[in-house]
């Protein structure tokens, strides 16, 4: 079963807004781990933010913030003040701490326009 | 600091022919390493695994090895490529089983 999911296969924003990219998980672990990479064209995936299971408090990491909803199993990213470089693809990922690796969800292609 | 080295970064291969991507890290020591693959457009999806020298678990059932003969040094390997090998294959480390993950700028591989 699909464990990370992105309902957003791809989003146009324009630059200096904000953007809100969505992740729902699944899992029945107590304590698990959320991640947003980010994959430029380029194809390395570059590390964006941590959120684990018993944080109280939302991640934030500069101009990406975590928007962490334990009930609803949904762990959002937002970036402010867009910029073109931010154009890249997307993934959430979760590491549950019974199965320790890291799972991710599909994808999210962001286009940031002038 | 600690840095990852992979490669090559793209390789064209025709089908039935051997495979090695090899990928190592500097600036660590005993790093859990990993193998994952992305189809184009898609997720990242995890082949292999190592928590050691000579430790390797798979993660699925597939046409490809992995071998840690060194620490820091970690090979995915083929006998016979297959047309649905082709993809791309990332690199990554981490310190623990709990850390994030570090990649390495990864391999496109195109069997044809």
């Known amino acids: 079963a699909q464990k990370i999911t992105q309902t957003q296969p791809g989003m146009f924003v324009q630059e200096k807004e904000a953007v809100t990219l969505d992740c729902t998980y699944d899992?029945?672990?107590?304590?698990?781990?959320l991640f947003w990479y980010k994959q430029p064209s380029s194809g390395e995936m570059i590390f964006l933010i941590y959120?684990?299971?018993?944080?109280?408090q939302n991640a934030t990491e500069g101009r990406y913030s975590l928007n962490f909803q334990k009930a609803r199993k949904s762990a959002n990213l937002v970036i402010s003040a867009s910029q073109l470089g931010d154009s890249a693809m997307y993934f959430c990922?979760?590491?549950?701490?019974?199965?320790?690796?890291?799972?991710f969800g599909a994808g999210t292609q962001v286009v940031v326009t002038p | 600091s600690q840095t990852i080295h992979q490669w090559p970064a793209t390789l064209v291969q025709p089908v039935g022919s051997p495979l090695s991507l090899e990928c190592t890290v500097e600036?660590?020591?005993?790093?859990?390493l990993y193998w994952y693959r992305q189809a184009a457009g898609r997720g990242l999806q995890l082949l292999f695994y190592s928590v050691g020298i000579g430790q390797i678990s798979s993660e699925v059932p597939q046409n490809l090895s992995a071998s840690r003969p060194q620490d820091r040094q970690f090979i995915l390997s083929s006998k016979k490529l297959l047309l649905s090998d082709s993809g791309f294959y990332l690199c990554?480390?981490?310190?623990?089983?709990?850390?994030?993950?570090?990649f390495g700028s990864g391999t496109q591989l195109s069997v044809l």
């Open positions: 600036g660590t020591s005993n790093p859990n």
């Open positions: 959120q684990g299971s018993y944080d109280q």
């Open positions: 990922a979760m590491r549950e701490e019974s199965w320790g690796k890291l799972q």
């Open positions: 990554a480390w981490s310190r623990g089983s709990n850390e994030k993950l570090f």
């Open positions: 899992t029945s672990d107590p304590s698990y781990g």
